[in-house]
């Protein structure tokens, strides 16, 4: 057996799995403390002092999502929903439950296990952040409903939402990257490929499988009233997006009516992203 079958190989996720994320938390706090420390400290002397605490953070941020994005897709490319988390026409008859287990493959399992691990662990580094109590709300909400989707065996449904978070914050912070390095037009590109990304997959995106989960006429076999607890959840992360797309938009606005003269803000850190903000 080859690498590549091993991992497109059927697995579950269970509640056991679950419970060893004790274990696996204090070992993606060491990771990113470690890559944080040797990696981006080191790194970060390449751009102004008064971006260096903003650079190592955000620059976790982009290793993470760029990572997670490139494990979350190849694990969806040998699977038969492998279209769901970029193209959600005809994805409804995927979204079934699995059985008593949510089954995956191993790569989705190990891609399960790090995108909770991340999020699981980002309240130590929440204090990085301007919009503390908006992230706080989107992080309970997006770690309460996808360990839902695992007890619930609805795999499609959690993996999916996953997987379009993941790509949209991938330009999200390398354009924060850029925009340190002082790289405007660079900046500018990545974070409007980001907006793109934000309004069709996290916006038309998430309402098609919100849509998919409140009209699915089948019967949950299993654990009926959490499902409904998880599905509430996704409105929640929907109500999340629509006001982040609210500002997104907002400030696409001021950015077109100052004609490019206004630049481009870091709104989850305290200060702005452009170091001629600052005395250096």
Excluded: N
Excluded at 39 to 59: A, D, M, N, Q
Excluded at 208 to 219: G, M
Excluded at 234 to 255: E, N, V
């Amino acid at each position: 057996m080859t690498l590549t079958s091993l991992l497109q190989s059927e697995t579950t996720i269970s509640l056991q799995d679950i419970k060893l994320f004790g274990v696996f938390i204090p070992v993606f706090c060491l990771y990113r403390v470690l890559i944080s420390k040797f990696l981006l400290k080191p790194l970060s002397k390449t751009v102004p002092e008064s971006c260096r605490f903003k650079y190592i953070h955000r620059g976790f941020d982009f290793i993470h999502y760029l990572t997670a994005s490139i494990i979350g897709t190849i694990a969806f490319m040998g699977r038969p929903y492998a279209k769901c988390p970029f193209y959600f026409v005809g994805c409804d008859k995927y979204i079934y439950c699995t059985g008593e287990s949510f089954v995956c493959s191993i790569l989705e399992k190990i891609y399960f296990i790090y995108f909770a691990c991340y999020y699981f662990s980002d309240v130590f580094w929440i204090h990085t952040t301007k919009d503390v109590a908006m992230l706080v709300v989107h992080h309970i909400i997006t770690v309460s409903m996808i360990l839902i989707t695992a007890i619930s065996s609805r795999p499609v449904v959690g993996l999916s939402t996953m997987l379009l978070h993941d790509w949209v914050d991938v330009f999200l912070y390398f354009g924060k990257l850029a925009s340190y390095y002082g790289w405007k037009k660079l900046a500018d590109t990545s974070l409007l490929t980001m907006a793109a990304l934000f309004y069709y997959l996290r916006i038309f995106g998430v309402f098609c499988i919100l849509k998919s989960v409140w009209t699915d006429k089948e019967v949950q076999p299993h654990h009926y009233q959490l499902w409904l607890v998880g599905r509430c959840l996704l409105i929640g992360l929907y109500i999340c997006h629509l006001i982040w797309g609210y500002q997104i938009a907002s400030s696409l606005i001021k950015i077109a009516l100052s004609k490019g003269e206004q630049d481009i803000r870091d709104t989850r850190s305290d200060e702005g992203d452009s170091p001629k903000q600052k005395k250096e």
